[in-house]
């Protein structure tokens, strides 16, 4: 068989586990390859003693890499959006395929990357940037081919899914269980990306691009962390029929389009709701398949070599292929790309999950319905607990019927601002997944 040679750009823990796969399974990947994958060399700052790379040529210089003649496809795995963006650039001016990890950088500069792809004739693969060793991207691009894809919703960042998780299991407080899951690896000693939603909106607007057929627009996905959830908010939840989960949403609504990422309430039964620990999920919604879920490790190193791997061998297999016959970056023709407006959050029609603590005396709560009715909001249902007799509040949680965020929050502004409500009004959007 004839030989691909690739380069690969970081030897962290995905650029280990790429080593070690392909060492470990050669015989079946270079059998569906119908080639022999051969790692020609390796950039990177400092060897990595999880792999073997001794028969390997090793090079400090990332650069060298991209401009080896005898390398076909550059593998990105340094991560960030500065030097990595540099080196898939340059790979790409010197004709090398390219296979990335790298989500920030393909939802902030992949409009910049593929243009640059498609003048020079090579192909950028980015499977393995969302949802681990999940080959969500692939199924979107072909296996839903036939589909116009309607909504998509996924768990698609483990951190966040892990302490959620955690909180409702064993009533923890949302700092506790963040300190463990830095503890264990699996949040960073800054967990701003993943307990903020930047993260998961970097995926979100990926898949988003791929199931509407839009350019990549990071700036636009509404971005909402979980660091405001409390262990009360997960336990009424659980009492109301819901869990709480971080999710990336992309809907169609007409001619524009939702995108959007936060906490969101869904029906207990629901099986996106019984995704629990780092795993994550994706549920796609097409015209003509109707509902499918692709379940799996969203993370670590050999699930995400699995998804690098994977790009590896496609790429391989149309090496010689006219360009135009590849499948293209974001599974539409670029020169069809649709123009969806993205709708700015307080357009966003959904229910809600409202939580207050209100002074404990008669007519409070006839004025906050009120309040909500004359908003044009409806209430599905109430909990207001008993008290004891020395308690001056008392807590009370709505569910509200779907209605337009700019519409509850208007009234939400007038709850607050009532003299018998003390402290924060707090609203999660509540999603029934159908």
Same mark, same amino acid.
């Given at each position: 068989?004839?030989?691909?040679?690739?380069? #690969?750009?970081?030897?962290?823990?995905?650029?280990?586990?790429?080593?070690?796969?392909?060492?470990?399974?050669?015989?079946?990947?270079?059998?569906?390859?119908?080639?022999?994958?051969?790692?020609?060399?390796?950039?990177?700052?400092?060897?990595?003693?999880?792999?073997?790379?001794?028969?390997?040529?090793?090079?400090?210089?990332?650069? %060298?890499?991209?401009?080896?003649?005898?390398?076909?496809? !550059?593998?990105?795995?340094?991560?960030?959006?500065?030097?990595?963006?540099?080196?898939?650039?340059?790979?790409?001016?010197?004709?090398?395929?390219?296979?990335?990890?790298?989500?920030?950088?393909?939802?902030?500069?992949?409009?910049?990357?593929?243009?640059?792809?498609? /003048?020079?004739? !090579?192909?950028?693969?980015?499977?393995?940037?969302?949802?681990? $060793?999940? =080959? @969500? @991207?692939?199924?979107?691009?072909?296996?839903?081919?036939?589909?116009? *894809?309607?909504?998509?919703?996924?768990?698609?960042?483990?951190?966040?899914?892990?302490?959620?998780?955690?909180?409702?299991?064993? $009533?923890?407080?949302?700092?506790?269980?963040?300190?463990?899951?830095?503890?264990?690896?699996?949040?960073?000693?800054? =967990?701003?990306?993943?307990?903020?939603?930047?993260?998961?909106?970097?995926?979100?607007?990926?898949?988003?691009?791929?199931?509407?057929?839009?350019?990549?627009?990071?700036?636009?996905?509404?971005?909402?962390?979980?660091?405001?959830?409390?262990?009360?908010?997960?336990?009424?939840?659980? /009492?109301?029929?819901?869990?709480?989960?971080?999710?990336?949403?992309?809907?169609?609504?007409?001619?524009?389009?939702?995108?959007?990422?936060?906490?969101?309430? *869904?029906?207990?039964?629901?099986?996106?709701?019984?995704?629990?620990?780092?795993?994550?999920?994706?549920?796609?919604?097409?015209?003509?398949?109707?509902?499918?879920?692709?379940?799996?490790?969203?993370?670590?190193?050999?699930?995400?070599?699995?998804?690098?791997?994977?790009?590896?061998?496609?790429?391989?297999?149309?090496?010689?292929?006219?360009?135009?016959?590849?499948?293209?970056?974001?599974?539409?023709?670029? %020169?069809?790309?649709?123009?969806?407006?993205?709708?700015?959050?307080?357009?966003?029609?959904?229910?809600?999950?409202?939580?207050?603590?209100?002074?404990?005396?008669?007519?409070?709560?006839?004025? @906050?319905?009120?309040?909500?009715?004359?908003?044009?909001?409806? @209430?599905?249902?109430? #909990?207001?607990?008993?008290?004891?007799?020395?308690?001056?509040?008392? =807590? !009370?949680?709505?569910?509200?019927?779907?209605?337009?965020?700019?519409?509850?929050?208007?009234?939400?502004?007038?709850?607050?601002?009532?003299?018998?409500?003390?402290?924060?009004?707090?609203?999660?959007?509540? /999603?029934?997944?159908?």
């Amino acid at each position: 068989m004839k030989s691909v040679k690739i380069g #690969i750009c970081g030897l962290g823990t995905v650029g280990s586990g790429t080593v070690n796969v392909l060492s470990r399974n050669a015989s079946e990947i270079n059998s569906r390859a119908g080639c022999n994958i051969i790692i020609e060399q390796i950039g990177a700052r400092r060897d990595n003693p999880n792999c073997d790379t001794s028969q390997i040529s090793i090079t400090r210089d990332i650069f %060298d890499v991209v401009v080896n003649p005898d390398i076909d496809i !550059v593998v990105e795995l340094i991560g960030g959006t500065t030097v990595a963006k540099e080196l898939v650039l340059k790979a790409i001016a010197n004709g090398k395929h390219v296979v990335t990890a790298n989500k920030a950088l393909i939802a902030e500069h992949g409009n910049e990357i593929f243009k640059a792809a498609k /003048e020079k004739g !090579v192909t950028v693969a980015f499977e393995a940037g969302i949802a681990g $060793g999940i =080959p @969500i @991207i692939k199924s979107i691009k072909e296996g839903l081919a036939a589909n116009k *894809i309607e909504w998509l919703a996924g768990i698609i960042n483990g951190t966040g899914n892990f302490i959620l998780t955690e909180m409702r299991d064993k $009533g923890r407080a949302f700092e506790d269980v963040l300190k463990e899951a830095q503890e264990l690896g699996y949040a960073e000693a800054d =967990p701003t990306f993943d307990v903020e939603g930047i993260d998961a909106a970097h995926k979100l607007v990926i898949l988003a691009s791929i199931a509407f057929g839009i350019p990549l627009q990071f700036d636009k996905v509404f971005t909402e962390g979980i660091t405001k959830i409390t262990e009360e908010d997960v336990a009424y939840a659980q /009492e109301l029929g819901y869990r709480i989960k971080h999710l990336g949403i992309a809907r169609r609504v007409g001619n524009s389009a939702e995108l959007r990422v936060h906490p969101t309430m *869904i029906p207990k039964e629901r099986l996106l709701a019984n995704v629990d620990g780092v795993m994550n999920a994706v549920l796609v919604q097409g015209d003509a398949v109707g509902p499918t879920l692709y379940y799996g490790a969203g993370a670590g190193d050999e699930p995400t070599a699995s998804a690098v791997i994977a790009d590896v061998v496609d790429l391989a297999r149309t090496l010689t292929a006219d360009p135009e016959h590849r499948v293209p970056h974001l599974g539409f023709q670029p %020169d069809l790309l649709n123009d969806l407006e993205i709708l700015p959050i307080t357009e966003t029609e959904t229910s809600y999950y409202i939580r207050l603590s209100a002074v404990d005396k008669p007519g409070v709560l006839s004025t @906050i319905t009120q309040i909500l009715s004359d908003a044009g909001v409806s @209430i599905e249902a109430l #909990i207001q607990k008993e008290q004891p007799e020395s308690a001056e509040t008392a =807590p !009370v949680i709505l569910l509200t019927n779907r209605t337009i965020e700019k519409d509850l929050m208007k009234a939400v502004e007038k709850i607050q601002s009532l003299p018998s409500v003390v402290g924060d009004v707090r609203h999660i959007r509540v /999603e029934s997944l159908k």
